[in-house]
């Protein structure tokens, strides 16, 4: 019998209403609009007609209410005022008129068409035309908006069969493999410390915290309930988990507070819209402000070490020495780092060894290899023989090595308590009265629980409180907070990415498998430039039918049911840049972004090169993911047409700019948002991590890293947050902090 997993991971029918309260003109209108995007057709492949995609519509129930409920749940305010501002304005016949010209009128009364009468062929000229329009951009957003979604929810919803209609015709399928020999301890690993709030109540709630060994008070007058521990740390991921082995394990009474939920490989499905949903920030519908980057971050017990692609590269040495050399940090300047990164890649049980490659990866090795480039395999957290492309919705072998199987088991095993589905609100912050250097005193930290059930709100407090929540909500925290340091929430690095693909058809490939098959990344290539200095480097994604759709750009309905009908033989591989540029993110879910002039031409280069190791490899056809659907057919083409394509080529502005062809960028990497120096005016932390505003506040995740790492940074987080709370603990141990 099929695995079913973890309720929330399963998908299936909703269980509640819809609450957009979109009214019924805008519902006509949008379900117009994701006809246009998806629109019923009949498709030939090889001779045959593809039942399925000559049947879907994008206008069928219930996708239309799904994407206004996603816009409402997930949109930023800006995102849901420029679609609802749109859906009305073309729910009324003089506001089609306006949006789309002479395309609204008819041969009869009354001539003029809500856009939900025009026909369909004229829809998707009107739709064409502001995709390429460079001035009324905010327009144009909101038709991209809407057209991510469309695409995103269409084929990641799944039935009580927890399948996709449209998947067979795609190629595609779901991972069911596990590893099913395994005992009660390794089924819920974590179950000794841990505290589901999304299964207690405001009477269950106390007695379960008092059982895992927490002294535990119920205040009526605040309506709290008051925990107290020698450490509190929000966040369980690459930072937090790192943070709670060592401090647990040096004797202190260790709280984990984490929003997400606490899900095991025996709960993971595989399927990739209830996965990304329930782990991954904003349910993996996150841009920034302007929709030019796409970014993933993990929310789920493990954080990011539980859904990303298993990429364990130690800090560069030119990294190390530019933040210990030039930025003069004491940490990178001792051998305590190095050799925390071996402590760290044994605990992990990094190994090199990879038995067998997914497609990707044997397109990126074979194409470098034609081309005479290098090209390196990656180590991972996982045996050599891991061969799962589905990691990035949780490893449901158990073979991938996050903070959720490694360092929280540690934790938990020297009495660590990890509390879950429970957001932090604020530090609890006093007045300082015998700080020296700073006036201000972190006594813990107030969380509510995402269960409503539980309506007191739960006030932790600790010796030390460690924010280890990531570089997108560390430092909204630590602003809603009350600190002022002016560095909190800047010189954000997001890696920014910029991909190529490429179609391999299965009958004249030797290249075996398909794209959602295999390690995530086992090989990697770096570009370079003349003086040896690393430009990007390559490396191929993990992309599910829903991603793969939704960043697929979109010419008309026919191609796009073409683009997909192709989706399992499409290899996309990806430049990815240590980016000088840098953003900011003050409060939670809003981030901006800019790109320095280095960053737009090394992502050019690698774009270029990834493109050229495409066609090494032999693709049929290759391309690039700008709104005019850049690509080129290989076949018989020579050397002077290839080069003449790759001088189109060029890293696009995004859809807000004034341009008539854009791209969209994705990032997996966030860091340096609460950077850590020697300084409080170039620095929000010490160079221990600890507040300059306030004695025994500390952050302990990827926003201290001084910049970017410029390859996958899970073993650098994770080997600063071992330095950072070794060297918390020895505070702790000599009496600096008192309760």
């Given at each position: 019998m099929e695995k079913r997993g973890h309720p929330l991971l399963r998908g299936g029918r909703r269980e509640t209403k819809y609450s957009h309260k979109f009214s019924s003109s805008q519902m006509e209108t949008l379900s117009a609009i994701t006809e246009t995007f998806l629109p019923l057709n009949s498709l030939q492949n090889n001779g045959q007609k593809i039942q399925c995609f000559h049947q879907v519509s994008g206008s069928q129930y219930p996708i239309p209410d799904e994407v206004a409920e996603v816009v409402m749940k997930r949109g930023f305010f800006e995102a849901r005022i420029l679609v609802l501002g749109l859906l009305k304005i073309l729910s009324t016949r003089i506001g089609t008129l306006l949006i789309c010209g002479l395309f609204c009128f008819g041969k009869s009364w009354p001539y003029i068409n809500k856009f939900s009468d025009i026909p369909l062929e004229k829809r998707e000229i009107v739709v064409q035309k502001w995709f390429k329009n460079r001035y009324l951009t905010p327009i144009r957003l909101a038709f991209v908006f809407i057209k991510f979604l469309c695409l995103y929810v269409f084929f990641t919803q799944v039935g009580e069969d927890s399948k996709n209609p449209a998947w067979d015709d795609m190629g595609y399928q779901v991972d069911n493999e596990e590893n099913s020999s395994e005992t009660p301890d390794e089924r819920r690993p974590l179950e000794k410390g841990i505290v589901e709030t999304m299964y207690e109540t405001e009477s269950s709630i106390v007695k379960s915290l008092v059982r895992k060994g927490l002294k535990v008070t119920e205040d009526t007058e605040d309506n709290v309930y008051k925990v107290q521990c020698d450490v509190v740390i929000v966040g369980s991921g690459c930072g937090g988990g790192v943070a709670a082995s060592v401090l647990a394990s040096s004797g202190q009474k260790v709280v984990v507070v984490e929003k997400g939920n606490y899900f095991t490989k025996s709960d993971y499905s595989s399927l990739e819209g209830p996965s990304q949903s329930q782990m991954y920030e904003s349910g993996g519908i996150l841009a920034t402000l302007d929709g030019k980057v796409m970014v993933m971050a993990g929310s789920t017990v493990g954080g990011g070490s539980a859904v990303n692609w298993s990429v364990c590269i130690k800090t560069p040495d030119s990294v190390i020495q530019e933040w210990g050399d030039d930025k003069r940090i004491p940490m990178f300047q001792s051998p305590e780092y190095v050799s925390a990164m071996d402590k760290v890649c044994e605990r992990l049980n990094v190994t090199k060894e990879c038995t067998r490659e997914g497609l990707q990866n044997q397109v990126l090795r074979k194409g470098c290899e034609k081309l005479g480039l290098e090209v390196e395999g990656v180590a991972r957290n996982s045996s050599g023989n891991h061969y799962c492309g589905s990691c990035c919705y949780g490893c449901r072998r158990g073979d991938k090595k996050g903070t959720d199987t490694t360092w929280l088991v540690d934790a938990v095993d020297c009495g660590a308590v990890i509390i879950t589905g429970c957001k932090a609100e604020r530090f609890i912050l006093e007045k300082n009265k015998y700080g020296k250097t700073r006036n201000k005193k972190c006594l813990g930290v107030i969380a509510s629980s995402l269960n409503k059930d539980i309506t007191k709100r739960?006030?932790?407090?600790?010796?030390?409180?460690?924010?280890?929540?990531?570089?997108?909500?560390?430092?909204?925290?630590?602003?809603?907070?009350?600190?002022?340091?002016?560095?909190?929430?800047?010189?954000?690095?997001?890696?920014?990415?910029?991909?190529?693909?490429?179609?391999?058809?299965?009958?004249?490939?030797?290249?075996?498998?398909?794209?959602?098959?295999?390690?995530?990344?086992?090989?990697?290539?770096?570009?370079?430039?003349?003086?040896?200095?690393?430009?990007?480097?390559?490396?191929?994604?993990?992309?599910?039918?829903?991603?793969?759709?939704?960043?697929?750009?979109?010419?008309?309905?026919?191609?796009?049911?073409?683009?997909?009908?192709?989706?399992?033989?499409?290899?996309?591989?990806?430049?990815?840049?240590?980016?000088?540029?840098?953003?900011?993110?003050?409060?939670?879910?809003?981030?901006?972004?800019?790109?320095?002039?280095?960053?737009?031409?090394?992502?050019?280069?690698?774009?270029?090169?990834?493109?050229?190791?495409?066609?090494?490899?032999?693709?049929?056809?290759?391309?690039?993911?700008?709104?005019?659907?850049?690509?080129?057919?290989?076949?018989?083409?020579?050397?002077?047409?290839?080069?003449?394509?790759?001088?189109?080529?060029?890293?696009?502005?995004?859809?807000?700019?004034?341009?008539?062809?854009?791209?969209?960028?994705?990032?997996?990497?966030?860091?340096?948002?609460?950077?850590?120096?020697?300084?409080?005016?170039?620095?929000?932390?010490?160079?221990?991590?600890?507040?300059?505003?306030?004695?025994?506040?500390?952050?302990?995740?990827?926003?201290?890293?001084?910049?970017?790492?410029?390859?996958?940074?899970?073993?650098?987080?994770?080997?600063?947050?071992?330095?950072?709370?070794?060297?918390?603990?020895?505070?702790?141990?000599?009496?600096?902090?008192?309760?």
């Open positions: 739960i006030c932790i407090e600790a010796k030390v409180t460690i924010s280890a929540c990531g570089s997108l909500l560390t430092p909204p925290l630590m602003i809603s907070s009350g600190l002022k340091n002016p560095n909190i929430g800047r010189n954000l690095r997001l890696h920014p990415v910029i991909m190529a693909w490429g179609y391999f058809p299965e009958s004249n490939s030797d290249l075996k498998g398909k794209i959602h098959e295999g390690g995530i990344i086992t090989s990697m290539h770096e570009v370079r430039s003349y003086d040896s200095d690393a430009r990007a480097i390559i490396e191929a994604p993990a992309l599910g039918p829903g991603s793969f759709a939704a960043l697929c750009p979109w010419v008309s309905g026919e191609d796009m049911k073409n683009r997909l009908l192709k989706y399992s033989r499409t290899a996309h591989l990806f430049a990815m840049v240590k980016d000088v540029g840098s953003g900011k993110v003050r409060s939670e879910g809003r981030i901006s972004y800019t790109f320095d002039a280095a960053d737009k031409e090394n992502l050019k280069h690698g774009l270029r090169r990834a493109l050229r190791i495409l066609i090494a490899a032999g693709a049929d056809e290759v391309g690039t993911q700008q709104s005019d659907g850049q690509r080129i057919k290989c076949k018989g083409k020579g050397e002077k047409e290839i080069e003449v394509f790759l001088d189109t080529v060029t890293a696009a502005e995004g859809p807000k700019s004034l341009v008539k062809d854009f791209t969209t960028y994705c990032s997996a990497h966030q860091m340096g948002s609460c950077r850590m120096g020697m300084s409080e005016k170039d620095s929000a932390v010490d160079e221990n991590g600890e507040s300059w505003e306030a004695d025994g506040l500390f952050v302990c995740d990827a926003s201290v890293l001084p910049g970017a790492v410029g390859v996958n940074p899970m073993i650098t987080i994770q080997s600063t947050a071992y330095c950072l709370s070794n060297k918390i603990a020895e505070m702790i141990k000599v009496g600096k902090f008192s309760r």
